[in-house]
Nanobody, 122 residues
Framework: QVQLVESGGGLVQPGGSLRLSCAAS????????IAWFRQAPGKEREGVSY????????SYADSVKGRFTISRDNAKNTVYLQMNSLKPEDTAVYYC???????????????WGQGTQVTVSS
C-alpha cells in the first residue's frame, strides 16, 4: 500500500531542464524527510538532495548545487526535483525515498520508488 512513484524523466540535451515528481501514498507524507538518489550505469547509488517535512531545510550534493532545486507540496503529497543546466554526468536512474531522519544514508530510508530514467545527451 505504501507507494512512491517517480515521473518526469526522459531524454534532454546538455544545458536543458527537467522536473521530476515523486508522488506518495499509503503513509503520512508530511511526517517524512524525502530524498532523491540517483544511480548511473556501473556506479553506486548516490544521494542527490533531501527536504525536511516542512520544506524549510534542504540539502544538496556538491555536484548539483546551484543547478537542482528540491521542493515539496504536502497538500499534494508530492516532492519535486527541478534540474537545470543538465550535464551528461547527470545521466542516471533517479529514485525518491522517504525516511525519518535528515540524512543521505540510504539505509535510513524506509520507502523507495522504482525510479525514473534521466538521459542527458546530444
Amino acid at each position: 500500500q505504501v507507494q512512491l512513484v517517480e515521473s518526469g524523466g526522459g531524454l534532454v540535451q546538455p544545458g536543458g531542464s527537467l522536473r521530476l515528481s515523486c508522488a506518495a501514498s499509503g503513509f503520512t507524507f508530511n511526517y517524512y524527510v524525502i530524498a532523491w538518489f540517483r544511480q548511473a550505469p556501473g556506479k553506486e547509488r548516490e544521494g542527490v538532495s533531501y527536504i525536511y517535512s516542512t520544506g524549510t531545510i534542504t540539502s544538496y550534493a556538491d555536484s548539483v548545487k546551484g543547478r537542482f532545486t528540491i521542493s515539496r507540496d504536502n497538500a499534494k503529497n508530492t516532492v519535486y526535483l527541478q534540474m537545470n543546466s543538465l550535464k551528461p554526468e547527470d545521466t542516471a536512474v533517479y529514485y525518491c525515498a522517504a525516511g525519518p531522519k535528515l540524512t543521505m544514508r540510504e539505509y535510513e530510508y524506509n520507502y523507495w520508488g522504482q525510479g525514473t530514467q534521466v538521459t542527458v545527451s546530444s
